[in-house]
């Protein structure tokens, strides 16, 4: 580790044991810039930082402009689309996240809001909390299998390729994929081999009973999900999110539910987080609505802070970090 104790802002609440792991070789400032009493103090250490650490905050050009000393982001996330590529690549700005430590935990997620949707887990867990158990539900609250349905995912890296041995191994789903390129499955997944098939988008909408997207956020598959997209999938299909919200034109998705082309909606993420009390998304019957917690168990959310963590000492130390993203 280098002598020399350098600035670093962490701009979200990080367990004490890391933040130990910080403060004892680094001059070490916490201020959240989402807590307007916080700002003032994010903003001073900001003008001075040269590693900075946190997630889920717009880290736009104009405010890394005034991080004149900035060398690190360590981003405890492995989405990326919080921060202006271009302009780290041209500063020479190392970015790290954290791939591989949240993959499971997220491949449960949206396996969980694909149960919920199909099953309707989340209305009749409500019905009986809300007292109208009064004799056996009827029809018109039955689910839908998900066992033996086509599942199609929009992106098999780690996280579609989890997902994919969710459904394809534990509940006989064929599985279809789309992503920008084929994958090689008998090196990367052999035991998805012959139950995983790649699919043109168009394709996979028509064919899948459950479309899930795990893509992340690029200007590629920026809306992605759109009226056409929609009105591309099967009449009464599901539609899950695990991703990010700006992949999907929420309007066009409502519209999909509202005219009964889709039966349901699983979403963990949203255009606007968080989702504002006048979202029509918030309440609809036929929407399973989580508060983006993909990756939010304690186990995994303490494998991320501590890769983060280590990411950051790692390069402000002049070493490799675990993963530093290609910029
Ligand atoms: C991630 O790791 O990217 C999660 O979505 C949290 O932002």
Redesign the pocket.
Known sequence: MSAVRQQVLVFRELPAAQLDRLQAVHEVCVADPRRPEQRAAFEAALGRAQGLIG??YPMDEALLARAPALRVIS????????YPLQALRQRGITLC??PGV?TET?ADTVFALIMMSSRRLLELALHVREGHWQRNIGESLFGRDVHGKTLGILGLGRIGLALARRAALGFGMPVLYHARHEVDLAAEAPELLGRVQHRGLDELLAQSDIVAVVLPLTAQTRGLMDARAFSRMKPGAIFVNG??GAIVDEGALLQALDSGRLAAAGLD?FATEPLPLDSPLRCHPRVTALP?V??ATLETREA?AEMATSNLLRVLAGQTALASYPL
């Open positions: 997630s889920s981003s405890i996330s492995v989405g990326v689309d919080n996240h954290t949240l997220t991703a990010r993420v983006h993909g990756s991320m």
